[in-house]
């Protein structure tokens, strides 16, 4: 039985439950579930606070299930436990802490031990005496030993009396308030006829069966002792926590109206109460002088109820209780008490190194026995650093991690902490303890020498060393952690073998350099950890002979790539080769062969697709046009800026070249793709101006397409995919622009309520990150066509306009075309004859504005145009005609220029396109 109240966990429990009998579980109790994520489930860990040690052998917890059990070492037995008890309740404090996260939660687990019926009735002594005068009255009571049952509760505990046999001059008088037991005289009794009576009194339970206890009674007929001692008054006082052992506290005294030794009284501590009263306090049998025997500054009691209790020298005696209530008063200013929990049974703190921050290491509680400032505690960390104290509960404080711990860096720290009080003078006090960090294993074993290349002679006896490795790890060498063995892999054990502990390689073979002239393997080092963690070191053993090795590359084709935003002097890759032979022989310089260096060049698509298609096959280049350096050692290093768009891939070939005599080479072919950056804008070709005019007709025949961009971006992939926008317009939503081709289109069929000037604001921009952007103006204006029938009719004055207008546009526009092809081939020849590597020259575009159609200054300035379209713009709300111009629309006055990234900035000509 289980019950979860706040933070508490209470668990109910019969007395004498065999050992390892399960309680509970704590963390299925107080609902672990709900408080920390299923995946720190596994990292908590249960423990018991060391404040409980007296109470903790008669239990277990596991620290990593949290399941609650009897101990096998204790019996758990109520009556011992709890002797002068009605209750029985075991508080056990509990720890719940991660050793991963900041988690920590301390329980107050309460257990109930219910009591079974294991203890029968009992007399003091099972034989006693009593005598009665024959003159008594009838009826009389007289006492008589009772019984004690150590069980409590309606059924287990002392219920009922019997005496046999029934059918004398007596009977029982008794009630479970009183725990007095009377003989009662019913019957006259007559000293010549009978003058003893002998008896026997069952005590019973209430247990199913009942458990009993007998008292055996001689009755004597004489005389009767028949009254108790009565205390005069009722005791308390108020006393100094300075008060020295044996100072007399009060004197009490009690009557008995009884004569002779009946009469006399004597006076005792009840032995019914804590041991903690009964080595405080003294009473004189005879006068009744309460004394102090303890020292109440060593504990921390405000409150004493004493139980004194006062019989008389009857035979059997009465007893009377009174309690006497001792209140400590607080005039010593003592200094606070330090308890530490270590969340285990060592005498020091043991946390991972993995621990994160906000991990509890220890539990700080502070007592203080006074009262008032004198009592009031703070404590602090005197050497703070890796570890902080937290606040927990009253007197109570965490001890934390503060920053990430290393054990490689520091294995045991020193933690001090000190608490002091408010009074006057402050008394502090302090305590040093371990924080000892476990070892993880976040090192692997490192090499202490790097044996890439080593070498034997051929011949060699077998078991011959040939090297020796060594690898070091910082994890603790004590643990598996630190402990590190060797391996080798890659090579039969015919061949190499290596011994674990010491690392020496040995040759089990005789090796015969016309057979095998070298031996490639691996050795790892290993340590033992969880996981374990190892390195590795490739090993080439030559076996040694005369100059007739060629050279090798590792690789016959080297493929490296390169960023077209590389600088000069970075290096590209390494070119690796082996030459296994020794002194010159196996020397040797990796150089470039003459003669062998080739390029591939693209040609740049659309900008649309954002693909890029190859134009060539590799073609040669002079070497002097390579921009790589190779350095003897095989290093490869840029030695001058690349570019994508001129240039995507470089081949060549390499030789090593060893200095034997005569000396030996081999080739290998490199080749290096240059990989593409966003670093070229999309390039407007159509229309190649800043602002252009359209115009567009009214009716449902007129094109739906006004027109087209077209745009080349030199980049590949996304850098080069361009999308086109609208970024700001005046239009109400009449125009729209096609995100992926350019075409800029009307959404609806216009009429005469359309007409009017309009103007978009369009940018083209590239995928790329960041992107790179043009900005191009279109001012569209919306005139009479097919759908003319909806304009206003003026005569033949205005169709003689739009004729003469249209002709106007068709030979501007001819003009154009052929000036543009003109200006194209002419920037084709001058690319041509500049002698680029590769092809591809530079192109400019001259900036010139272009004009199709009539402009009306009136409409293209939105001013005062009576019976005009509507000028409503639906993002910006209506406007005042007078009042409408470029800069009330988002626009700026244009001069001609293409803009890059940001319209309205700082101008620039468009830059260089290479295309085909």
Do not use: W
Not at 540 to 550: P, R, S
Not at 599 to 621: L, M
């Amino acid at each position: 039985m289980v019950t979860v109240l706040a933070a508490d966990i209470h668990y109910a429990i019969q007395e004498e439950s065999p050992p390892g009998t399960l309680i509970g579980n704590v963390p299925e109790a107080m609902n672990i579930a709900n408080l920390v994520s299923q995946a720190n489930l596994p990292y908590l860990r249960y423990s018991f606070l060391s404040g409980d040690s007296s109470l903790q052998n008669y239990f277990t917890l596991d620290a990593k299930t949290g399941d609650l059990k009897l101990s096998s070492t204790g019996l758990l037995d109520r009556e011992v436990l709890c002797q002068f008890d009605a209750t029985c309740v075991i508080d056990l404090q509990v720890a719940v802490q991660s050793i991963q996260s900041q988690f920590f939660r301390k329980l107050l687990v309460s257990v109930d031990v219910i009591d079974i019926n294991d203890n029968a009735p009992q007399f003091k002594e099972n034989y006693t005496t009593l005598t009665v005068s024959e003159l008594v009255q009838v009826p009389s009571s007289f006492p008589l030993p009772s019984a004690l049952d150590k069980d409590t509760g309606e059924n287990n505990s002392l219920q009922s009396y019997e005496i046999v046999p029934q059918e004398g001059p007596f009977e029982l008088s008794y009630s479970k308030s009183n725990p007095n037991l009377m003989l009662r005289v019913i019957k006259e009794l007559d000293h010549e006829t009978q003058d003893k009576y002998s008896i026997k009194i069952i005590a019973r339970d209430g247990g199913v069966p009942p458990r009993e206890g007998i008292l055996y009674a001689d009755i004597f007929v004489e005389d009767v002792n028949d009254n108790a001692p009565v205390f005069t008054s009722s005791y308390a006082k108020v006393v100094d926590e300075k008060v020295i052992p044996g100072t007399v506290l009060l004197t009490l005294t009690a009557t008995d109206r009884d004569s002779g030794k009946n009469g006399q009284v004597r006076y005792s501590l009840s032995s019914r109460q804590p041991e903690s009263i009964l080595s405080m306090f003294k009473i004189d049998e005879r006068t009744g002088e309460l004394r102090v025997i303890g020292n109440f500054q060593k504990v921390n009691t405000e409150v004493y109820k004493i139980e004194v209790e006062a019989s008389d020298m009857g035979d059997p005696p009465f007893t009377t209780k009174t309690t006497v209530n001792i209140t400590v008063e607080n005039t010593i200013n003592n200094p606070p008490k330090i308890g530490i929990s270590y969340f285990s049974s060592n005498d020091y703190s043991s946390i991972s190194e993995y621990a994160n921050l906000g991990v509890a290491v220890a539990l700080i509680q502070v007592t203080d026995t006074d009262r008032g400032p004198n009592g009031i505690v703070h404590c602090n960390l005197t050497n703070r650093g890796y570890f902080e104290l937290q606040s927990y509960d009253v007197k109570e404080y965490k001890v934390i991690v503060a920053k990430p711990l290393d054990r490689e860096t520091i294995s045991v720290h020193n933690v001090t902490v000190e608490c002091y009080d408010a009074g006057t003078p402050v008394l502090s006090t302090s305590r040093t303890f371990q924080v000892r960090v476990t070892d993880e294993n976040d090192n692997a074993p490192v090499f202490v020498e790097k044996l890439t290349n080593i070498s034997v002679k051929e011949n060699n006896e077998i078991g011959a060393q040939v090297a020796t490795v060594r690898a070091v790890d910082q994890d603790d060498p004590s643990t598996g952690n630190g402990r590190v063995t060797y391996s080798l892999v890659g090579v039969s054990e015919n061949e190499l073998t290596i011994d674990p502990v010491t690392g020496v390689i040995r040759a089990m073979t005789s090796f015969d350099y016309e057979k095998k002239q070298v031996v490639n393997f691996t050795v790892v080092a290993e340590d033992s950890g969880i996981p374990k963690r190892s390195s590795t070191m490739v090993v080439c053993l030559k076996i040694l002979d005369e100059n007739d090795q060629v050279p090798y590359f590792v690789q016959s084709r080297f493929s490296m790539r390169v960023s077209e935003s590389a600088k000069p002097g970075e290096r590209i890759g390494e070119l690796t080769a082996c030459d296994f032979e020794e002194g010159d022989n196996g020397r040797f310089d990796i150089t470039l062969q003459p003669g062998s260096g080739r390029i591939k060049t693209v040609r740049a698509g659309t900008g649309k697709t954002g693909n890029k298609e190859e134009d060539f096959n590799y073609e040669g280049i002079d070497d002097r046009y390579l921009p790589f350096v190779i350095r003897p050692n095989g290093s490869l290093i840029l030695r001058e800026l690349i570019d994508y768009e001129a240039i995507s891939s470089y081949e060549f070939e390499v030789k090593v070249t060893d200095r034997g005599v005569p000396p030996l080479s081999e080739t290998a072919t490199v080749v290096v793709d240059v990989t593409d950056e966003n670093d070229n804008p999309p390039t407007v070709l159509h229309p190649n101006v800043s602002e252009v005019v359209l115009t567009a007709l009214t009716g449902s025949d007129a094109p739906e397409t006004l027109m087209t961009f077209e745009v080349v971006d030199r980049d590949s992939g996304l850098n080069g995919l361009v999308k086109f926008d609208i970024t700001a317009r005046n239009d109400s939503s009449r125009f729209r622009i096609d995100s992926s081709t350019g075409d800029v289109r009307r959404t609806k069929v216009f009429t005469g309520q359309d007409s009017g000037t309009y103007k978009l604001t369009i940018i083209v921009y590239d995928e790329g990150n960041p992107p790179l952007s043009d900005m191009r103006t279109v001012v569209i204006h919306i005139v009479g066509g097919n759908g003319t029938a909806n304009l206003p009719r003026t005569g033949s004055d205005q169709y003689i306009v739009i004729a003469v207008t249209l002709v106007c546009i068709t030979i501007l526009l001819s003009v154009t075309i052929v000036l543009v092809i003109v200006i194209m081939r002419r920037i084709d020849r001058r690319r041509k004859s500049a002698g680029h590597g590769g092809p591809g020259g530079p192109m400019q575009f001259q900036n010139a504005r272009v004009c199709t159609g009539f402009s009306d200054p009136i409409k293209l300035d939105n001013f005062g145009h009576e019976g005009g379209g509507d000028y409503r713009d639906e993002d910006a709300g209506s406007l005042d005609k007078k009042d409408m111009n470029d800069s009330r629309f988002g626009f700026s006055s244009s001069n001609g220029s293409l803009t890059k990234g940001n319209p309205g900035g700082d101008h620039h000509q468009v830059m260089d396109g290479q295309f085909q």
